[in-house]
């Protein structure tokens, strides 16, 4: 995933890097629950036309193989 996103704003990254490590600790239980999402959502700052984008991200971290110590060393 990060190699998808490296070339963004260092802004973007952080937040990209907080959605994915996010969505990776609600995982550590084996299931990502739309609660679990919907509580990602009201810390992130965000206008409503970009959610469906914070989503899509979330949704790739979940699906991603990487355990969450990769992601945390990037």
């Known amino acids: 995933m990060w190699a998808k996103y490296r070339h963004e704003s260092k802004?973007?990254?952080?937040?990209?890097?907080?959605l994915i490590l996010a969505t990776k600790l609600c995982k550590a239980d084996g299931h990502f629950s739309l609660e679990e999402e919907e509580a990602i959502l009201k810390i992130i700052p965000h206008e409503s036309n970009n959610k469906r984008i914070l989503i899509r991200i979330m949704k790739e971290a979940s699906e991603d193989d990487k355990p969450i110590d990769f992601d945390a060393l990037i």
């Open 11 to 18: 802004q973007t990254i952080c937040i990209i890097g907080v």
